[in-house]
Each structure stands twice: as C-alpha cells, then as structure tokens.
C-alpha cells in the first residue's frame, strides 16, 4: 500500500497548475492521484517520488491521496489559496526618495510574500490582516507605477502609485526684508507643485500661493534678524534651503547737534540701532544733502536746508523706517537794541539785548569777546554781563544754531578819578557848594557823599564837577562819581555833627510788621526810641553812632514817619511805607503748554510794586503791573502739571492760583491706518497727552468728529479726502502734535476672474482683474472668505477658491477703500461615477461603453487608464457615452473630469484575446460527452466554447491557461475548437469526432 510522508509546496492558487513534489513509498503502478475529490495529472518518478500538477479548486484545505494497484495512500493536506485583490492605496502618492509608508486594502492578502511597486520590491512590508498591508515605498523615478501584492494564490491586480519629484530651490526674490514680516518674495525652483508649506528658518510663511511648478509667491513672517533658510515642503519632501536676510527696524535715540541753520549745511551724527544698509536719512520728509552709516549705531549726515521750526529727523534700512527724533531749525538771529549801550571798561554792566530768533543763544560776544554770562530771556530779548574790554565802542552779535546776528555797538567808558574837593567841609545839614575836580567826569550819573546823594551836581567839563552837598551825620564820608565808566576813587568831605537820620532801608514792608530795616544817620549812639507813625518798634539795636537796625511793629497802610530818640532829642523823620499783603483771585487762561511762552492776566488785590511773579517757583519770564487789581505775566517753560503761581511785592507773597502746564500731545499709531475717500471711517488714535484736544486734522482738513476717549486715546472719524496718505494731527492747549500716516484708498473694482468656473471642493487657482486691488484684506466667494490669497499688483490678485455648494456665486475683493463690484464665479459639483457597462472589452479598444454617475454635465476628459477615450458624448448629467481606446491587458480605473474635479474611478477590463495550443484528448465520440482539457492563454472570463460552431455541453474556465469543456454531439469528422471572451474569439484547435 502506497504512503505520503511530505508534500511540496503544501499550497498554491486555485486556478491550479502547481507542480508539486509527492515523496513516499509504495508508489510504483500508482493509477490515480487526487486533490481532494479531483484527479490529477502526475508522473511516477520512481518507487518514491512522483511529480503532480495540481488541478483547479476552491480556497480551503483539501486531502492529497495516491492510489494504486495495492490500496488507497493515507492523506496530507494541500491549501488552495484565493488569489490576491487590490481595491485601494493610500496615500496615493510620495517622494521619490521612497519611505513613504502606504497602506494596501483588498482581500485574500495573508501570507503575502512580495509587495511591488513598478516591478520594485517595497523597502518593507507588513501583513496587518487579510485585508491589509502596510508597506514602506522604496526609491522611484518621478510617474505613476503599478503596485501588486503576491502571495501562495498569486500577483494580484495592480492600484496606481505617484512618485513626486524633490522640489528645489534656486532663488528668493527679494532676499531679505524688515523682521517684522509682510515681504512678498518670490520662490522660483523646480516641482513645487502641490507645496503644503514654505518656512523662513523653521517658521511657517504668513501665506503663500502656488503660481505654477517653478513658482511660488510667499508672505514672509515675522522674524528674528539675520539670515534664515527658506525651504518647500511638498508631497515630494523638502527642497533645499536659499538665504533670506531679516533687518531689524532701525531706531534712533539722538542727534547731535539737535538744531541748525535753516541754510542747512550742518553736519550731525545720529545714534541708535539697526543703521547698518539705511538707503535713507529724512529731516521732515526731505533727504539729507548726503549721509554716511559709520556704523550700526552711527550715521553721519548733511541737513538739507528747510523751514523754521522743529522736523522729525528718521532713516530708513531695509528693515523698515526708524521712530524719529526732533531736529529745530533756526532763523537767523537779529539785534534791533542794547540798553544801556555803555558801561566801564571792567565789564560787569548788565545789559538787555531786544532782536528776534534769540531763542537758544550759544554765544553773545562784545567785540569778539564773549560775555561774562547771559540769559536768554525770551525770543526777543537777552539778559548779559559785559566782559572787561579797552575804551572805545564795540559791536555786540549774538550767535544761535541759525548763525550769527548783526552788530549793535556798546561803549566802553574809562573809570573817572578824583584828585580835590574845595571846600573840604560842611555842615550836616547840607546845601554846601563843592568844586570837585579829576578826569573822565563827562556824563556823570551821581554824585555821592557817604553814600548820600548830592542834593545836586553839574558838570561843567570832563575834569570839574559842580555839586551841592545833602544833609549828612558828624564825621569824615567819601565823596564819589559815578559815570558810565563806573565808580571813581573817593575824596574826603567832613560833616559837622548835627544828630540826624539820612535813610531807611528798607523803605517799604508789610502791614504785619515783622520788617526789618537799617536806619542810617548820625549821632544815634545811646538811642532811647525808634518810633514808626507814633507806634514803638518792635524791637531795635544800635549798631554804632550811624547806623541802627530795627523791626517794624504792625501798622496801617500807608507812609508814616520814622524816627530815632536818643539823649540829644529827637531826629528827623525818614519815610516808611506800610503796603497791604497781595491777593490772587483768578488767571486767565488758566493753562499753556510746557514750553512756555502763555501770556496769562492775574487779578486780585495790593498788586502795585511787584517784585516777582513765580509759576511754581519758577519766575515769569516777564510782567508788568497793570494796576493795583492786574498784572500781565508771561509763562515760563515748565513740566506737565499743575502749579502754584504768586505774586510778591513790598507786603509779602499772595496765595497761590492753579496755573496747569500741558505737554505737547504725541501721536503713536492710527488704527486703522487707512480708509476709503469717501470719509465715514471710525479711527482709533493713541498717543500721549490728548486730554483737552481742541482739533483733529486729516492733511489738515478737521475730522468730521471726534471723542477724547483718555489722555492716551482718541476715537474720530474722518472727513472725506483724495486718494493717498495725510498726516494726522491732534491739537490741545499743549500744542499742536507730530503727525501719523492715513491712507485715502479708492473704492477697488473687479473686471474678470479666470477661471471662471471650479469644483465645490474648493482649491482653484484663479487670477482676479480690476483696479485698486492694493492692499486687499478679504477676497470672498459668495459670501465665503478665499482659502487664500496674494495681492500680485494694484489690478491682479491670485487667489484659492474656498469649498461652496455648486451653483454660480459673486466675487468680491475688499480694501481700505470698500468692497468692489462682484463677478461670477461657477462652483461645478464633483462628478462621481457609479457603473460602466460592459465592464470589460478587448485591448484592440473600441468598446461602447456607458458610464452612469452624477455631475457629469460639460466633462472634459474621460479617461481609460490613463488613456483618453477615443471619442466620447455627454448624454445627459448622469450618464456618458464612450469608446475605449487600444489597451493593455488587465484592469485599469475610468475616470470622467469636470470644472468639479476628477470622479473616482471605475473599473474597466481589457480582455486579452484568447489562444489555444492543445486540447486533450483531441477526439471523441460523435454523441458527445467527452470531457476535454483545453489549454491556451487569456482564457479567463470565457463566455462560450465551439466544436465547429455547436456550443458545448458544458464547460468551467480552471484558469487563465485552461478550460475543461464537455464536447456536444457532433457528426464525424473533425471540427475546429474555439473559445470566445471578453477579448475576442481564439484560434482554433482540431478535434476529431469518430
């Protein structure tokens, strides 16, 4: 009795035709071998080997056996494996590179042993089930290859794989841009299409837009300074890097000098940071003569000659343009007066100095000598000392940053000597006529004895004086002139002693009392009583027989007389006046700016004699006093707030009224910055001290209104302008501020959009046309905003249709200046196919086939593969009538395109055509019967079998290599077999009827 011991292979396809190894024993005069209930065709090999090819079965385990003369073998089993299908692949595409890891759907996939991608086995692959695989590409060539899975039941039918080129990069266009982003640049390369990211640097670019497979339009980010590397990520990997440089903004912290001549010409170096590459330096919006960028943080440059006034002084790099800081220019000054116009060769006169454009006096020079010290006043006026200069007249000038003024002359005066007095004596009382005699006495202003002034004098030539002596106290006193030289030496002039008071200083103090004065005479030693208006003073002390110090008690307003008791009676009376303390009731106005310059009136009471009028402390710059009730004040400069200002004079210092200092208001950003010409855009300005804003200018036409929101924010809205950009400016009682850039914009228009027509899915690339297309912030499609979008001119925008339902919808693209017209924009719904009938036909094509699906109104290409139909017609919007085209054998999916899209596809068979070789046995009998065994190629799918044109009895495709068919009656003789399928109809074979 035969025996198996082994079985090889234990498995194969079910269509058959596996030859497998049977080793046992007992297998001479073998008569059968049998896969499950089916024969096989076998060869003995010898007493322990045969050799058998497995007929057709059903997937499952069946039992091998051997049959022999001695007795039936015992049983090993033998698997019939399904073959494998594909039904799907995803993704569907990767890089070139290979490693992208897919996953393979379909079924019978278990115990795959090769995945292949265009005849290329995977990198790996894993069997995750039977009805999946996930398999890892290896490297390909740039196309579509055809991906099989083989297993124990063979190759599968193939699904499509996209090999995607490695994008490159060969410029960016501009290369380097400000680091807070916004730089448009273009990217110019090889395969960028399908980009999914461009990144500066590791950082995703604002935006971006696929112009076509060498061009990309990228919005740069925001970004750190220096270069970055930008790259282009698609399907097909990341392309190399190219260089794209961040500027950082440029800032500017001073100028040096900060004012100049209105002629320009000045040379000034600006510091800050970021300078390095500035293509521009500006004083108020006019470039500098020339500039030169010593370093990061250093310019050097020319002013341009300008206006009077302060600009703002910015440079800008490729970063941006900087903050600016203020640079004066200054008028030339001019001096119209000097007062006095003389004074002694010592120097030391004070003298004002009344012209225009004083302010910020560097040097006032008398005959090229410069003043011991000055005090610019005002505009228009200048306080100075004189310098020690010879005898002679001098032209004194004054310089500023606006240059240097013209002369006005000063003269300098010898210092007048005395050489004799006669008489040399006279009585206390006064009226004693003296010769005085010495040099340089013309233009005498005082005659003094001891202090005391003549009662008077007369000059009678440059060296003799005539004077008249006044009362004065027992003792020798110096005798002095004074002219505009100065003082002269004294000569002595002795008074006999006769008690007296000469002076009281001072003469004037509050009605408080508490004034202490100095009373000067003679013969004041051992004084009893100082008495003012009859009241005892406060208290008093004798400082020596001419001079007494005293305090004033509390008196009434007005002048009461003062005198001294001592043993020898009482003196004369000196005069003392009581004044009233100052009241302050109001000032108007009640605030200015902080740089001064506010001509304020004070009211109140006991103003007369004011000797000072203070802001917080600081003098006015001027005054005068009106009356008893008024006094006219300037404001000095100051710091924002709120002070105390008083008045002083002869009875103390008043109570303080407010007077409010306001800071010059600033402007820092518009928000928004821009707005259509029409006006009506509702604006949020931020700055500093904008409390009190009395005006809002746009290019200065006022806002059509406004509202001080806080010290730090405005809300106006503007008035109606031309297209372009003004200056914003805010003015308060501070002052009127810098301005902030508002663009006018026009309303934007659309002519056309090409494409005009796209799929719901969104994603079409289309152009829009117009006018005023700068500076778009919303492109929508029917209401839904573009997936996005790249403003290319003032008339192009590329933009990305959003998804929308199908139907035609309104294209409209916003800017500051308003939404435009619309134009129409159709969205096509995706076609979808559902069945094609027949779904196969041979590879010589020809085929009339009928599509059936939805959306397929106004397709565009019907595709067979990857073959376009010979010739197709569009029946209605769910079904197409097409030809196929010359094929392949095999399946391949049919796709119809759209303005929707590409449909998924369905599948379609090319048949190829049938042959045959043999046919066993090749005869039979004529009543029919007789099962035959054809064999041939492209047999599967067989849809009939012919013995000379008789259909046969029956028949069952066992593979694509072999049919058995069951012969039909038939006369004698010999006809011809043939087997017909989707491919065509076969050869024929010869078989013989007896």
Do not use: C, K
């Not at 996953?103 to 086995?121: E, K, R």
């Not at 590397?229 to 912290?253: D, E």
């Not at 000055?374 to 020690?388: L, R, W």
């Amino acid at each position: 009795m035969p025996t198996i011991t082994s079985l090889s292979p234990t498995s194969g396809p079910t269509a058959g035709g596996t030859n497998v190894t049977i080793t046992g024993t007992g297998f001479t005069g073998t008569l059968l071998v049998n896969f499950g209930v089916l024969p096989a065709i076998f060869v003995v090999n010898s007493a322990t080997r045969i050799t058998a090819v497995v007929p057709p079965g059903w997937p499952g385990t069946v039992q091998v056996t051997v049959s022999g003369l001695t007795g039936i073998s015992n049983s090993v089993p033998y698997t019939y494996v399904a073959a494998p299908t594909l039904a799907g692949i995803a993704p569907r595409s990767g890089p070139v590179t290979g490693g992208t890891t897919v996953v393979l759907t379909g079924t019978a996939l278990t115990g795959a042993t090769a995945v292949s991608f265009g005849g290329i086995p995977a990198a790996s692959f894993t069997v995750n089930s039977a009805t999946q695989i996930t398999a890892v590409t290896p490297a390909g060539t740039a196309g579509t290859v055809q991906v099989t899975v083989t297993t124990a039941g063979g190759t599968s039918n193939a699904v499509g794989f996209t090999y995607i080129a490695v994008p490159t990069l060969t410029t960016v266009v501009p290369n380097d841009g400000p680091v807070t982003g916004g730089t448009t640049v273009i990217l110019t390369g090889t395969a960028l299409t399908g980009a999914t990211a461009v990144s500066f640097g590791g950082t995703p670019a604002a935006s971006f837009t696929v112009n076509s497979a060498t061009r990309i339009t990228a919005v740069s980010p925001a970004g750190s300074a220096g270069p970055v590397s930008v790259t282009v990520t698609t399907p097909g990997g990341t392309s190399n890097g190219v260089l794209f440089t961040y500027f950082a903004v440029p800032t500017l912290t001073a100028v040096t000098p900060a004012a100049g001549p209105v002629s320009g010409g000045l040379t000034v170096t600006l510091t800050g940071t970021g300078l390095t590459g500035a293509t521009a330096v500006s004083f108020g919006g006019t470039p500098a003569t020339s500039f030169t960028v010593n370093s990061p943080t250093q310019i050097t440059a020319i002013t341009p000659a300008g206006s009077v006034g302060t600009v703002s002084v910015t440079v800008t790099t490729p970063g941006g343009t900087s903050n600016g800081v203020p640079f004066s220019y200054a008028a030339i000054p001019t001096l119209t007066a000097i007062a006095p116009s003389s004074g002694p060769v010592t120097g030391g006169t004070t003298v004002v100095l009344t012209g225009t454009a004083l302010t910020g006096a560097t040097t006032v020079s008398f005959g090229g000598i410069p003043a011991a010290s000055f005090t610019v006043n005002s505009p228009t006026q200048i306080t100075a000392v004189t310098p020690a200069e010879s005898v002679g007249t001098v032209l004194v000038t004054v310089s500023t940053p606006g240059g240097t003024s013209n002369g006005v002359p000063f003269t300098y005066v010898a210092i007048p000597t005395l050489t004799s007095i006669v008489p040399t004596a006279g009585p206390v009382t006064g009226g004693t006529t003296v010769v005085l005699t010495g040099t340089g006495l013309t233009g005498a202003t005082a005659v003094s004895f001891g202090g005391t002034p003549a009662a008077s004098f007369t000059v009678n030539s440059a060296t003799q004086i005539t004077a008249v002596t006044p009362a004065g106290v027992a003792g020798t006193v110096p005798v002095t002139v004074t002219t505009a030289g100065g003082t002269s030496n004294s000569v002595s002039f002795t008074y006999a002693a006769i008690p007296t008071l000469i002076s009281i200083v001072p003469a004037a103090g509050p009605v408080t009392g508490g004034t202490t004065v100095v009373l000067t005479g003679t013969g004041l030693t051992g004084a009893t009583a100082v008495s003012f208006g009859g009241t005892p003073a406060a208290s008093f002390t004798v400082n020596s027989a001419t001079q007494i110090t005293a305090v004033t008690p509390a008196g009434a307003a007005g002048t009461v007389p003062v005198t001294v008791t001592t043993a020898g009676g009482t003196s004369n009376s000196v005069s003392f006046t009581y004044v009233v303390v100052p009241t302050l009731t109001s000032i108007a106005p009640t605030a200015g700016p902080v740089t001064g310059g506010t001509t304020v009136v004070l009211t109140g009471t006991g103003l007369t004699g004011a000797t000072a009028v203070s802001f917080g402390g600081t003098p006015a710059t001027s005054f005068l006093v009106n009356s008893a009730t008024q006094i006219t004040a300037v404001a000095p400069a100051g710091a924002a707030g709120t002070v105390s200002v008083t008045v002083t004079t002869a009875g103390g210092t008043s109570n303080g009224v407010p007077f409010t200092y306001a800071a010059v208001p600033t402007l820092t950003a518009i928000a928004p910055p821009s707005g259509p010409v029409t006006g009506g855009t509702t604006v949020v300005l931020t700055g500093t001290a904008l409390t009190g804003a009395t005006a809002v200018s746009f290019g200065g036409t006022p806002a059509a209104s406004f509202t001080v929101d806080s010290a730090t924010q405005i809300t106006a809205v503007t008035p109606a302008g031309t297209a372009g950009t003004v200056l914003v400016t805010v003015t308060t009682v501070g002052g009127t501020g810098n301005g902030v850039s508002f663009t006018y914009a026009t309303v934007p228009t659309l002519t056309g959009v090409a494409p005009n027509a796209g799929p719901v899915t969104g994603g079409t690339v289309v152009t829009l046309t117009g006018t005023g297309l700068t500076g778009a912030t919303a492109v929508n499609f029917g209401g839904t905003p573009a997936a996005s979008f790249a403003v290319d001119s003032p008339t192009q925008i590329t933009a990305i249709t959003p998804a929308h339902t199908a139907g035609a919808v309104s294209v409209t693209v916003t800017t500051a200046g308003g939404t435009s017209n619309g134009v129409p924009f159709t969205y096509a719904a995706v076609p979808t196919l559902t069945a094609i009938a027949p779904g196969s036909g041979p590879v010589a094509g020809g085929t009339t086939v009928t599509l059936t699906g939805t959306g397929l109104t106004g397709a565009t290409a019907v595709n067979i593969g990857a073959t376009p139909a010979t010739s197709f017609t569009v029946v209605s919007d769910t079904q197409i009538t097409a030809v196929t085209p010359v094929g392949t054998a095999g399946t391949v999916l049919v796709t119809v395109t759209t303005a929707g899209g590409t449909v998924d596809g369905v599948s379609f068979t090319y048949a190829g055509i049938p042959t045959l070789t043999s046919v066993s046995p090749s005869s039979g009998t004529t009543a029919g019967g007789t099962t035959v065994t054809l064999t041939g190629t492209a047999l599967t799918g067989a849809t009939a079998v012919s013995f000379g044109g008789t259909p046969a009895t029956s028949f069952s495709v066992d593979s694509d290599t072999q049919i058995t068919a069951v012969a039909p009656a038939e006369a004698a003789g010999t006809v011809s077999v043939t087997v017909t399928t989707a491919g065509g109809t076969s050869n024929g074979i010869a078989y013989t009827y007896v």
